[in-house]
């Protein structure tokens, strides 16, 4: 059984930071590649960043680039996603997730991602 569990979100002023966990259960997470994605009412959840297997390869959605880093710690089994500059259009319920088929070339292929978190919320004030 995997189990993702995010953590980290909250409410934060624009130009503000928060740094995301992902803990995994059930799965060595050195093996996956893993994303982060953001889902906001009524709209489609959409991709935000990827990390390949050992973490040499990155990938960001455009408007995300710069701002934020995911990096992975793999011997605490954990994805983080530190978010800088923070804007209101930011604000969403981000998930985590575990790709289980396909390659990294296809990184931001939403059901490519087998298991995923419960989400955490982020919200940024203006």
């Known amino acids: 059984q995997v189990q993702l569990v995010e953590s980290g979100g909250g409410l934060v002023q624009a130009g503000g930071s928060l740094r995301l966990s992902c803990a995994a259960s059930?799965?060595?997470?050195?093996?996956?590649?893993m994303g982060w994605f953001r889902q906001v009412p009524g709209k489609e959840r959409e991709f935000v960043a990827a990390i390949s297997y050992g973490g040499g390869s990155t990938a960001y959605k455009d408007s995300v680039k710069g701002r934020f880093t995911i990096s992975r710690d793999n011997a605490k089994n954990t994805v983080y996603l530190q978010m800088n500059s923070l804007k209101p259009e930011d604000t969403a319920v981000y998930y985590c997730?575990?790709?289980?088929?396909?390659?990294?070339?296809?990184?931001?292929?939403?059901?490519?991602?087998?298991?995923w978190g419960q989400g955490t919320q982020v919200t940024v004030s203006s």
């Open positions: 059930g799965r060595t997470l050195s093996n996956y590649v």
């Open positions: 997730a575990l790709k289980t088929r396909g390659y990294w070339s296809t990184y931001n292929d939403i059901p490519s991602y087998g298991y």
